[in-house]
């Protein structure tokens, strides 16, 4: 199957992250008696499926970037593994996903380390006059941070799973025709920074959802599961184009110690996503 050329489209997909940021974790913590430690880990995952036709084009995306400092008394590591998919199957194989896991651990003092996972996944599609288009998707997203020394320690987990379908037949002229998005935050132990958020647009409907949170003392989880579908009516000719963008952040951080600029805005809050896919929606068809 032809291969999309990406630098357009990563562009889009780009300026909708900062949208909708994200970080996304799920951890285990295993306690030393001599030395404090913490951890923070992402497992999120989407899965496209059940579509209604096959795309012209299709690509993925994966990216991971990685900060770290540390002292001689201190000790982080960090890992993320993402990775996106588009099968060239038969219709009705046909799927798309994307996965990552993602972890930092720490323990001694002074010391930072910060590990974030993106992967994409972009596909075209032709529809015909009179026609509809519809999928199936299914999201999770599981995050979990712990510390143990509330004084100097801090753990932060954040991850996102959107999904967007755009009208491109215009290309100078592109527009948010539905969308769905899953977004969650953890920090330990600033527990009021925690949250989990999700939306979706008039012609996504969801089938089943599932949510835990435990957002209080030095260990937190927090996980959500959405399924549901995609179906939309056109009454002329348009060209579709369908982003799904995972991204995962963690890090963990001992004080004190000087902290490197991020590469990605982790000042940004998912509670600004409300007011600008408010803006969005005026363009909804």
Known sequence: MEKIKLAKWRGLSRSLLFSVS???ASMAIASSPVLAATLASSQAQFQLDNF???PDTTSTFTDIDSFSTVSVRGEVKTSARPSA???DAPLENLSALGNSSTLATGKGNNYFGEVQSEADVFGTFAIEEAESFSFDFASFLDLETSIQN???ESATAV???SIFLLD????NNVAILDFFFLSGNLSTPDDSSDFLVFDNSNNVTLTNSSQNLSVDGNEEFLSADFQGSFQRFFDRQTRLTLIAIQTDDV???ARPVSIPESGFDLTLLMFGVASILKRKRSRLV
């Open 22 to 24: 994200s970080i996304a």
């Open 52 to 54: 209604s036709q096959r």
């Open 85 to 87: 998919f588009f099968s």
């Open 150 to 152: 509330t004084r100097s």
């Open 159 to 161: 991850g996102d799973i």
């Open 168 to 171: 491109s037949t215009d290309s």
């Open 251 to 253: 890090s963990v951080v």
